[in-house]
């Protein structure tokens, strides 16, 4: 079993509707949870980041976790055809919180249709 | 505002070859890293230097050398290519390994074939 896991997709949705993408992972004990975008040919940039069960909102971006469940969402709301990309789950396996214990998923593709 | 700055961006290497990704980040930052990002592997950890001074083991290290040779840069060696190296690679920084400090900024990637 992976450390973090996702549907590679695609994913696709019309313009204007909610995009939810998910994100299991293996260690209970993990604490440090990141959604990075990645658009094609080019390097990932950080959308989110959470730490605490529940909802975190940034604008149409809501990230959600559930630590009893091991699991880590993104949703995007008003999807826009800009927000065709892959986006990579990221996540501190085990206690340690420092980014060289950072796990990635290979990422989910999402594609926006006009 | 140039961040992380990583070359070569694409290079072509016969199988035994040498080179030397070169890194540099002007953030400031304590901790850097180099990444390989494979079709269906995802992004790994190659290998992570903490501090200045100090280098470590990640996830894939086998087949990579690399110098931490000041707090700005980071480079990463392949003694002898391998055609199972052909990857991009990210070169990465945050201001420490510390929960606080823990986002990862990446540069724009260095495009390897090796043949």
């Known amino acids: 079993q992976k450390e973090v896991e996702q549907n590679s997709g695609p994913l696709s949705v019309p313009e204007g509707a909610i995009a939810s993408l998910n994100c299991t992972y293996s260690?209970?004990?993990?604490?440090?949870f990141f959604w990075y975008r990645q658009y094609s040919g080019k390097s990932p940039e950080l959308i989110m980041s959470?730490?605490?069960?529940g909802d975190k909102e940034d604008g149409r971006f809501t990230a959600q976790l559930n630590k009893a469940s091991q699991y880590v969402s993104l949703l995007i709301r008003d999807s826009q055809p800009s927000d065709s990309a892959t986006y990579l789950c990221?996540?501190?396996?085990?206690?340690?919180?420092?980014?060289?214990?950072?796990?990635f998923g290979t990422g989910t593709r999402l594609t926006v249709i006009p | 505002n140039a961040g992380v700055t990583q070359t070569p961006k694409f290079q072509v290497l016969k199988t035994g070859q040498s080179m030397t990704l070169q890194c540099a980040q002007d953030?400031?930052?304590?901790?850097m890293y180099w990444y390989r990002q494979d079709p269906g592997m995802g992004l790994r950890l190659i290998y992570y230097?903490?501090?200045?001074?100090?280098?470590d083991k990640g996830e894939v290290p086998n087949g990579y050398n690399v110098s931490r040779l000041n707090k700005r840069e980071f480079s990463l060696r392949l003694e002898s290519a391998a055609p199972s190296q052909t990857s991009v690679y990210f070169c990465?920084?945050?201001?420490?390994?510390?929960?606080?400090?823990?986002?990862?900024?990446f540069g724009e990637g260095s495009w390897l074939t090796v043949v």
């Open positions: 953030m400031n930052h304590n901790s």
């Open positions: 990465a920084s945050s201001l420490s390994t510390g929960q606080s400090g823990n986002t990862i900024y």
């Open positions: 959470i730490y605490s069960n």
């Open positions: 260690d209970r004990v993990s604490q440090s």
């Open positions: 990221a996540v501190n396996i085990g206690d340690q919180t420092g980014a060289n214990n950072l796990f």
């Open positions: 230097s903490a501090s200045e001074g100090t280098t």
